[in-house]
């Protein structure tokens, strides 16, 4: 059956339903403006690829702007290295947000002025409790909450508390400004919530100006209204904030009043995804960085060798969606298999290395096979492959005694070298300390160069191989699931025990064709039959190190079909 693209194409989302219904309705002056508005305090992971994804190309199609703002409310944690990591990654994934780069902190002065417009207008108060006691006076969502016995003070003696709390004259959490709203609210986050609080901290951006900073639901309304954004779209767990959000923006006049959307999140699962333990895996030195290529970072990602087109392709796939779910990472594997099987150079390499001399060819002898980088791909080029007397394999290639479905290379048996001739085995040595096998001995058949023997006879499997005097030597590094189970997180316990222990698996003896020389860090390629590979930032002139970046199949689905495979 074939896929009717077309019909893919023109079915939309509830996302761009309602922001066609709001242009039909002659809403916003005909804009759409949307933004990315991550808090930079740390680096953005594929969940955050989702959004940015949704919201530039959203404003793409419709003709419109994406602003990217960093909502830096809190000043812990913030800094300006997750700044630009962020910034870093929306280019790489290929979104431009042209002059369009905001902070929320750029709007301290303007918040301020509104929090105090809203104490004038007898709507916000100063509380004195504790963080213990407004959350106790909060209620229950079947009981409804307490006033605080300061909700009543007079607009004068609010205004005047807080000028002095940004003065800096009280201790850091004795006073909080507070929105009133309604205490007996069945939405929770109406029942009088904290607009600013005390935080004696370092900015990164303000530096000591304020010792006052306003909270996310505060800043973050004011600040789409302020940059004149349609339609505000967010994550579900912002659902129950939307009330909050229009109560803001319902205070003040506004020529473009922004809409606030939440759509699912993006969960994958044999990962994480909190912030907060990203933060930990990092600090704690169980993965090496932010751009561990284990890790569900952009920027992990991009190091294992995953392309931004995959990702692209993934968010695509995946949707806008109303209800939260948790999608299998073998459907992003799957994108970028399905991108790099269309652009990634195939070369030959050896991971675990087999010694093999060919007894019939001549000693000093050497000749070149000229392969294609590409089965299908002719613009991708072609290069040179030495052939000599001695070979290395992959010793799974080789078996003593194999079983009965082995088809690879095993004494009495002849096989194909990839782009070069049959070899049969006719000895082999083993490690007489390790009892592994050292070394096979075979004779060529000078007849099957053209990869086919003129009797018509016919082998068992086609391996590859590099030779041993010309092959270059490089390191590579073996990637697998983070964790061993899908949801690391499901019973609330101690997530690091279901590390997966072979996450990464470093192979120092690997033996790679001539031609991967000139290779450079981020290249990506095809090893033949081994997965894809991409050259790591560690890489040095004289020890090329590699990263898999995903396996030739999914070698962690229960159900595949035998044999199958996109990878030619």
């Known amino acids: 059956m074939v896929e009717d693209k077309t019909a893919k194409k023109t079915s939309k989302d509830f996302i761009r339903e309602i922001i066609d219904e709001d242009l039909a309705a002659g809403k916003n002056e005909g804009r759409v403006a949307t933004r990315f508005p991550p808090e930079p305090n740390g680096y953005p992971h594929i969940g955050h690829a989702k959004s940015i994804c949704l919201n530039f190309g959203i404003a793409q199609e419709y003709g419109g702007t994406c602003n990217l703002r960093m909502d830096d409310t809190d000043p812990e944690g913030e800094s300006m290295e997750y700044v630009e990591a962020l910034k870093r990654d929306v280019k790489w994934l290929g979104f431009d947000w042209g002059d369009r780069l905001f902070f929320a902190s750029d709007y301290y002065d303007k918040l301020y002025e509104f929090a105090e417009e809203l104490i004038r207008q007898g709507k916000a108060y100063v509380c004195d409790l504790s963080p213990e006691e407004i959350k106790a006076y909060r209620g229950t969502l079947t009981e409804p909450g307490k006033e605080s016995p300061y909700r009543n003070r007079s607009v004068e003696e609010n205004l005047d508390l807080f000028r002095r709390m940004k003065k800096g004259e009280f201790p850091e959490g004795s006073r909080v400004l507070r929105a009133k709203i309604d205490m007996s609210s069945p939405n929770m986050n109406l029942r009088d919530p904290v607009l600013y609080r005390i935080k004696k901290t370092h900015h990164y951006r303000t530096q000591d100006k304020w010792c006052i900073y306003p909270m996310y639901d505060f800043a973050h309304p004011l600040s789409d209204a302020l940059e004149g954004i349609t339609h505000s779209i967010c994550t579900l767990e912002f659902e129950n904030n939307r009330p909050l959000y229009d109560w803001v923006l319902d205070q003040f006049s506004w020529k473009i009043r922004p809409r606030q959307i939440e759509f699912a999140r993006l969960n994958l699962n044999y990962t994480v995804m909190s912030k907060r333990i990203l933060i930990e895996l990092v600090e704690k030195g169980v993965v090496k960085g932010w751009d561990d290529p284990r890790l569900p970072t952009i920027s992990g990602m991009r190091r294992r060798g995953y392309t931004p087109e995959a990702i692209r392709t993934f968010c695509d796939r995946i949707g806008v969606a109303k209800n939260d779910s948790t999608i299998d990472v073998a459907l992003l594997e799957d994108c970028v298999r399905d991108d790099l099987n269309q652009k990634a150079r195939r070369v030959m390499a050896v991971l675990r290395p087999l010694k093999v001399i060919i007894d019939n060819y001549p000693e000093g002898q050497t000749e070149e096979f000229v392969c294609p980088y590409h089965p299908k791909d002719e613009s991708l080029g072609m290069r040179k492959v030495p052939f000599s007397r001695v070979l290395y394999i992959e010793k799974d290639d080789f078996m003593v005694d194999p079983p009965p479905k082995f088809l690879r290379l095993a004494p009495g048996?002849?096989?194909?070298?990839?782009?070069?001739?049959?070899?049969?085995?006719?000895?082999?040595?083993?490690?007489?300390?390790?009892?592994?096998?050292?070394?096979?001995?075979?004779?060529?058949?000078?007849?099957?160069?053209?990869?086919?023997?003129?009797?018509?006879?016919?082998?068992?499997?086609?391996?590859?191989?590099?030779?041993?005097?010309?092959?270059?030597?490089?390191?590579?590094?073996?990637?697998?699931?983070?964790?061993?189970v899908p949801d690391p997180l499901a019973d609330d316990g101690d997530f690091l025990r279901y590390l997966n222990?072979?996450?990464?698996?470093?192979?120092?003896?690997?033996?790679?064709?001539?031609?991967?020389?000139?290779?450079?860090?981020?290249?990506?390629?095809?090893?033949?039959?081994?997965?894809?590979?991409?050259?790591?930032?560690?890489?040095?002139?004289?020890?090329?190190?590699?990263?898999?970046?995903?396996?030739?199949?999914?070698?962690?689905?229960?159900?595949?079909?035998?044999?199958?495979?996109?990878?030619?």
Not at 448 to 476: C, L, M, N, Q, Y
Not at 504 to 511: F, G, W
Not at 531 to 557: E, H
């Open 413 to 484: 048996r002849e096989v194909r070298l990839r782009w070069g001739y049959f070899i049969r085995c006719v000895d082999w040595k083993k490690d007489p300390q390790t009892g592994e096998v050292s070394e096979v001995r075979c004779v060529y058949d000078p007849e099957t160069k053209s990869g086919f023997a003129p009797d018509g006879r016919k082998v068992g499997a086609t391996i590859h191989w590099v030779s041993a005097f010309h092959s270059i030597p490089g390191e590579v590094r073996l990637y697998d699931r983070l964790f061993l």
């Open 501 to 568: 222990p072979n996450s990464l698996e470093v192979l120092k003896e690997c033996r790679l064709e001539p031609s991967l020389a000139t290779a450079s860090p981020q290249d990506r390629f095809q090893f033949e039959r081994l997965g894809y590979f991409c050259v790591d930032d560690d890489s040095r002139p004289d020890q090329l190190v590699f990263n898999r970046t995903v396996t030739l199949r999914d070698t962690w689905a229960k159900v595949k079909e035998k044999g199958e495979t996109k990878d030619k």
